[in-house]
């Protein structure tokens, strides 16, 4: 399995992005891709994750209504747009897999990591 993150950049408060995770190698499509972002001196936190078996989808209460997560199975990549951002959601952005389709952002339970894109808001 072989992720791929891109999209991350500068941005202003209250500006948008859109990351992008190009997924590749799995062998059936009970799985789950999950957004996590890690913050200097913090701990890696989930944000939102969407299944592909189902597109059920599972948000970080704090993100919700502002990040959405949709998938283009045809293009075997996931988004992650990104509204109204705030200078708390800058961030190391990293995509990852879960290949038992957990449905859920424990980081245990996620097996494989693509490369972090960086996204940053200043204010």
């Known amino acids: 399995v072989q992720l791929q993150a891109s999209g991350g950049g500068l941005v202003q408060a209250g500006g948008s992005l859109r990351l992008s995770c190009a997924a590749s190698?799995?062998?059936?499509?009970?799985?789950?891709i999950g957004w996590f972002r890690e913050a200097p001196g913090k701990e890696r936190e989930g944000v939102a994750c969407?299944?592909?078996?189902?597109?059920?989808?599972f948000y970080r209460d704090s993100v919700k209504g502002r990040l959405t997560i949709s998938s283009d199975n045809a293009k075997n990549t996931v988004y992650l747009q990104m509204n109204n951002l705030k200078p708390e959601d800058t961030a190391v952005y990293y995509c990852?897999?879960?290949?038992?389709?957990?449905?859920?952002?424990?980081?245990?339970?996620?097996?494989?990591w693509g490369q972090g894109t960086q996204v940053t808001v200043s204010s």
């Open positions: 969407i299944s592909r078996s189902d597109g059920m989808t």
């Open positions: 990852a897999a879960d290949v038992s389709d957990h449905k859920a952002l424990y980081l245990r339970e996620y097996d494989y």
């Open positions: 190698g799995f062998t059936s499509d009970d799985y789950s």
